[in-house]
């Protein structure tokens, strides 16, 4: 089990300074609006316990000297539950972000709703969402650190509703708590690090992490790259004489990879990790990295093997995400094609692939493609910028990969060679077509 701090001890963590908000005073019955026998004495309590009037505290503050609106759950006051107060309080630090036009950041750790104020207690979430909803429209952040325990409709509107997600190690996350699970569930999917491995939180940091982490999120997010020129190029290879020498090449197991580029290209990477649909890629790197001299960038790279729906899928929604807050997006492009196993059928490898195009199409900000290595089929082409993609030396893009183009024509394998030389493949032939602007 996580350490639990109280609201007071993980605002310290996280923020330069706080000053606290509080919200009207909202005329309440002794035991609630259910008239629950010793609920106004289990306030009372709890109060005097935690020295908080609820369950949520909020306020203004600055997060590596950049302003922020904080709010966060006490859970020493009822499990952190939320009530018509604590909802208030919520909605309250929501519309302050949204006035004041600063990233809202969340610091969860919440058992759901209050049983003591029964389904007046559950509608909280309904506002939570609302603001949620607003809070995106205006195009304001919201970064979440996720505490130990974060379950119910805490979890399921304000930890899992914001567009960054970090968990402490260790955290209980799910939207079922310990007291209602099943008797057989793996206790490992309701850990910080089993909702990582499913793609349902961005990042597991540590305490002594947590502030530059959240800081550079904050900075992130709202310092986006004014241009984003493509990357350069990391091998010095000549030009491929050939279409078969252009495949050959790109299929080098030691020619440079996406690490590589995006080590050159970024002083500082922020992964963004998972479809939120319980799928990751691990093929695929996302996120956003900060450039030498300031300014962000969202990335989105391929690692040379085939992509899977769960990759297009975190494609898509970090391409949205930059949208969003205006940050322009990179896209390096390295794969032999979409997966097209069974799995990744049943999966959605189509739909997922759909997701991706219309992500890239939609895109208000640049997008700006580089072909790093293989460019295969429409698994490459759907994280492709139209008229903005590059190529390196050592890369090709084809319709389909020349073995396959050469099953279709029914023709011999012997044939594939052949078959590459036909369809103008190599870097120089894909400028000369006007598929890409130039060669790095």
């Known amino acids: 089990m996580a350490e639990r701090l109280s609201a007071r ?44 009037a609820e369950s949520v505290v909020y306020g203004t503050a600055t997060v590596g000297g950049r302003p922020c609106v904080t709010l966060a759950f006490e859970f020493g006051f009822l499990g952190g539950s939320l009530g018509e107060r604590a909802g208030d309080r919520l909605e309250a630090a929501y519309r302050l972000a949204r006035e004041e036009r600063v990233p809202l950041v969340s610091l969860v750790a919440t058992g759901g709703s209050r049983m003591q104020e029964g389904m007046v207690a559950l509608t909280q979430l309904q506002r939570v969402a609302r603001e949620s909803v607003l809070l995106r429209e205006a195009g304001v952040p919201h970064v979440t650190v996720v505490r130990d325990p974060s379950t119910g409709g805490g979890w399921a509107t304000v930890g899992a509703g914001a567009d960054v997600i970090l968990a402490l190690p260790g955290a209980q996350i799910g939207f079922a708590g310990s007291r209602v699970r099943p008797p057989d569930a793996e206790p490992a999917a309701y850990t910080a690090e089993g ?4 793609g349902h939180v961005d990042a597991v940091v540590r305490p002594e992490e947590l502030r530059a982490a959240v800081a550079a999120w904050v900075a992130a997010l709202t310092g986006p790259a004014g241009e984003v020129p493509p990357p350069a190029a990391v091998s010095e290879a000549p030009l491929p004489a050939g279409g078969w020498e252009a495949v050959l090449r790109a299929r080098d197991p030691g020619r440079p990879r996406a690490e590589a580029y995006l080590d050159r290209y970024f002083e500082h990477r922020l992964p963004l990790t998972g479809d939120r649909c319980g799928g990751t890629d691990p093929g695929l790197l996302c996120g956003v990295g900060l450039r030498p ?24 929604r970090v391409i949205r995400l930059a949208d969003r807050f205006g940050i322009p997006v990179l896209t390096l492009v390295d794969t032999p094609g979409a997966a097209n196993d069974a799995e990744a059928e049943r999966a959605g490898a189509g739909a997922a692939i759909a997701e991706a195009f219309t992500a890239v199409a939609g895109a208000r900000v640049p997008v700006t493609t580089l ?21 390196t030396r050592d890369s090709y893009f084809s319709v389909i990969a020349p073995e396959l183009a050469a099953a279709i024509l029914k023709r011999p394998p012997d044939q594939a060679p052949r078959t590459a030389e036909q369809l103008r493949l190599r870097p120089q032939d894909l400028v000369e077509l006007g598929v890409v602007r130039g060669i790095v």
């Open 9 to 52: 001890d993980v605002i310290a963590l996280v923020t330069d300074a706080f000053a606290e908000h509080t919200p009207p005073a909202r005329s309440c019955a002794p035991d609630g609006p259910l008239g629950w026998e010793g609920y106004g004495a289990s306030l009372a309590r709890a109060a005097g316990r935690t020295g908080e």
């Open 195 to 198: 909702q990582l491995a499913a």
């Open 371 to 391: 072909l790093i290595g293989e460019g295969g089929s429409g698994g490459a082409l759907a994280l492709a910028a139209p008229g903005n993609t590059w190529a």
């Open 293 to 316: 001299g300031g300014g962000a960038v969202a990335y989105v790279a391929q690692c040379g093997t085939a992509t899977r729906p769960a990759g297009y899928r975190t494609a898509a």
